[in-house]
C-alpha cells in the first residue's frame, strides 16, 4: 500500500488553465505538506498542515490554494497557470510521535507539472 | 535563519570506491532534526536516515554512515564501497523550530553522486 499518494504523476497543460493536484495518505499522520521543487532541484516548502490548519504559507501566490478536507487529503489548486509554475510538486506527511518525538517527511511520489 | 549547505553540486566516482557527501547547517536552535534523502533519477523521494540534535551519536546502517557533529554543524553522510545504483542527488535536510506542528524542513541545494561502472 502507497503510504502518499498524489495524483496525476505528470501534467501537462497550457498556460491560463487551471488544475488541481490530489494527495493522500494512509498513515494516520496530523501534518500535510506541499514542497516544490524546481529545475535545479531545490526543494522549498509551499504549504503545511496540522490537523487541517494552515500552519505555513510560504510567500507562494495566490494562485495557488491548498485544500485539506480531512486530515488524511491535501490537495492543491492552480489557477491561471504561468510556464514558471512548471516544476515537480511534492506531497508529504509526519506525525508528532510525542515529546520532542517527531517523524521524518514521508514523499509522495511528485506530480511533475509542465505548462506549455 | 536557518541554512543547509551542500557545498558539493556534483561528485563522480567509480564503483567500490567511499565517497563522502558533506552537509553543514547553521541554526540558533537548541532542538532539531536533520535528515538525509536520497532522489534516484525515477523522482521519488527516499527517507535515509533520521537523527536529533541530542543524540551526535554516528550511525551506520549496511554501506552508508553518517557522522554528526555538533561543534562543526556538520552532518556528513559516506557510502562505503559505492555502486551504480548509489548514483542519484542526495539532499541534507534541517528542521525548523515547529517540526511536529506543521514546521518544515530546509533543504540543502542537493549534491548529484554519479558512480560509473
Known amino acids: 500500500d502507497t503510504a502518499v499518494s498524489q495524483t496525476p504523476k505528470y501534467l501537462v497543460t497550457q498556460m491560463g488553465n487551471d488544475k488541481s493536484i490530489k494527495c493522500e495518505q494512509n498513515?494516520?499522520?496530523?501534518?500535510m505538506y506541499w514542497y516544490k521543487q524546481d529545475s535545479k532541484k531545490f526543494l522549498k516548502i509551499m504549504f503545511s498542515?496540522?490537523?487541517?490548519?494552515?500552519?505555513i504559507n510560504e510567500t507562494v501566490p495566490n494562485r495557488f490554494s491548498p485544500k485539506s478536507p480531512d486530515k488524511a487529503h491535501l490537495n492543491l489548486h492552480i489557477n491561471s497557470l504561468e510556464l514558471g509554475d512548471s516544476a515537480v510538486y511534492f506531497c508529504a506527511s509526519s506525525q508528532d510521535q510525542g515529546p520532542g518525538d517527531y517523524t521524518e517527511a514521508f514523499f509522495g511520489q511528485g506530480t511533475r507539472l509542465t505548462v506549455v | 535563519a536557518q541554512k543547509v549547505t551542500q557545498a558539493q553540486t556534483e561528485i563522480s566516482v567509480v564503483e567500490k570506491e567511499d565517497v563522502t557527501l558533506d552537509c553543514v547547517y547553521e541554526?540558533?536552535?537548541?532542538?532539531?532534526?536533520l535528515f538525509w534523502y536520497k532522489q534516484p533519477p525515477s523522482g521519488e523521494l527516499v527517507f535515509l536516515i533520521r537523527?536529533?540534535?541530542?543524540d551526535e551519536q554516528n550511525e551506520i546502517s549496511g554501506r552508508y554512515s553518517w557522522n554528526f557533529q555538533k561543534s562543526t554543524s556538520s552532518f556528513n553522510f559516506t557510502i562505503t564501497a559505492s555502486q551504480v545504483v548509489d548514483s542519484a542527488v542526495y539532499f541534507c535536510?534541517?528542521?525548523?523550530?515547529?517540526w511536529g506542528q506543521g514546521g518544515k524542513l530546509i533543504f540543502g541545494q542537493g549534491t548529484e553522486l554519479s558512480v560509473k561502472p
Open positions: 498513515l494516520g499522520h496530523d501534518t
Open positions: 541554526t540558533r536552535d537548541t532542538t532539531y532534526y
Open positions: 537523527r536529533n540534535s541530542f
Open positions: 498542515y496540522n490537523n487541517k490548519e494552515l500552519i
Open positions: 535536510a534541517l528542521s525548523d523550530p515547529f
